[in-house]
């Protein structure tokens, strides 16, 4: 499976750690939007498309989504949100969507995700950078 077309948005006046978002299509045939670009303290890194989830259901263990009250697999009643799951920025909140299943694949969409990025900042006036105020 290859990249066939790789597309990013630089975030306009980044001053938190997301800089990014990204598209790509695999083979011509799928594409995978909502892919981030955020700055680590090891430098950019990718982070697969996600969803909020509130916790497991007690019955078959499927995840739901935040505030859903009844099981999206089983239809039983889900509990209140756990307590430390309340903060808006746990990561525990989050899934992946979509992601790559081998570390090298992951390495494959990174780098080219990055460059594509950094071919961009480079360029800002190429067609899908906005202004060249983008901080850094
Ligand atoms: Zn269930």
Same mark, same amino acid.
């Given at each position: 499976?290859? /990249? =066939? !077309? @790789? +597309? ?6 980044? @001053? ?5 978002? &990204?598209? /790509? =299509? ?6 995978? +939007?909502?892919? %981030?670009? /955020? !700055?680590?303290?090891?430098g950019?890194?990718? &982070?697969?498309?996600?969803r909020? @989830?509130?916790? %497991?259901?007690p019955?078959?263990?499927?995840w739901?989504v935040?505030?859903? %009250?009844?099981?999206? +697999?089983c239809?039983? !009643?889900? &509990? ?5 799951n ?19 694949? %992951?390495e494959?969409? #990174?780098? +080219?995700?990055? !460059?594509?990025?950094n @071919? #961009?900042?480079?360029?800002? =006036? ?5 202004s060249?105020?983008?901080? #850094?």
């Amino acid at each position: 499976m290859e /990249i =066939t !077309e @790789t +597309r990013v948005s630089p975030v306009e006046k980044a @001053t938190g750690r997301l800089k990014g978002f &990204a598209s /790509i =299509t695999f083979d011509n045939v799928f594409v995978v +939007r909502g892919i %981030r670009i /955020i !700055e680590g303290d090891e430098g950019l890194f990718i &982070a697969m498309p996600n969803r909020k @989830t509130e916790h %497991r259901c007690p019955a078959c263990s499927a995840w739901n989504v935040f505030h859903a %009250r009844f099981c999206s +697999r089983c239809g039983k !009643e889900v &509990a209140g949100v756990p307590e430390e799951n309340k903060k808006e920025d746990n990561a525990k909140n989050y899934h992946d969507i979509a992601h790559p299943v081998s570390n090298e694949f %992951r390495e494959y969409i #990174q780098t +080219r995700v990055l !460059e594509a990025y950094n @071919t #961009q900042l480079k360029n800002p =006036t190429a067609p899908t950078a906005g202004s060249n105020s983008i901080a #850094q």
